[in-house]
């Protein structure tokens, strides 16, 4: 399946194959030469497979290509996994996922209500020009992410720090995994690993990013956690 997506309007809130799904089913899906580009500025919600998928289950697809936001969430399989599975996954070598705005994962931009994402690989660039982005998710709330990898031919670059949310705090959030954990219920990493050739903090904290490359070499190791 070869797909281009070219989207100047904030008309469409979701931009992906399956742009909004609820209960759905999505199986053995392969996306060979995608093309998505949205340079609307307030456009949230792109993903290769699903947009926002709401106790829904994607199994065995893989993404090839490029996706592009100028709005923020972003993720190569889905913008929002809310609820549901995610299941052997893959974004392959080279293709390219860019947020200009902030939340961006490999996988998906936010995992929330308990999304189980599992034997997913994530092997192409995750670049996003402000904060939030990870290997296999940007944000993540409530999941489980179990046996997944981030592999050394991945890129991972997150942009500025200087940004502040509403009390004040500093944003700071990449990870070869996740990029920050706001949880709301349990967070279960089992058996996941990264070995990315590069994590890039474009404008941040050395300090902050060998703290996490030193916590994640003990915790993410392939080790379950």
């Not at 997506?5 to 053995?28: C, M, P, R």
């Not at 706001?182 to 990493?189: G, H, P, Q, V, W």
């Amino acid at each position: 399946l070869q797909l281009t997506v070219d989207v100047a309007t904030s008309d469409l809130k979701y931009v992906a194959l399956f742009g909004h799904t609820t209960g759905a089913t999505i199986k053995n899906v392969k996306i060979t030469n995608l093309k998505v580009n949205v340079t609307a500025t307030d456009q949230p919600y792109t993903g290769g497979i699903a947009g926002y998928a709401n106790n829904s289950t994607i199994e065995n697809c893989s993404v090839a290509g490029e996706i592009s936001s100028a709005s923020e969430y972003v993720g190569g399989i889905v913008a929002v996994a809310e609820g549901g599975k995610i299941s052997k996954c893959k974004i392959v070598k080279d293709s390219y996922i860019y947020c200009a705005d902030n939340h961006c994962g490999g996988i998906t931009a936010i995992a929330e209500l308990d999304a189980n994402i599992s034997e997913c690989t994530v092997e192409g660039q995750v670049i996003c020009k402000r904060f939030y982005v990870g290997g296999i998710a940007g944000r993540v709330n409530s999941a489980v992410i179990d046996k997944c990898l981030v592999s050394s031919d991945a890129y991972v670059q997150g942009g500025h720090n200087n940004e502040t949310e509403k009390n004040g705090n500093t944003l700071v959030g990449i990870g070869g995994i996740i990029g920050i954990i706001k949880a709301k219920r349990m967070i279960k990493l089992r058996k996941t690993t990264f070995v990315l050739s590069i994590i890039n903090l474009a404008a941040g904290s050395i300090e902050i990013l060998m703290l996490f490359v030193l916590f994640c070499a003990v915790v993410f190791g392939g080790v379950s956690v």
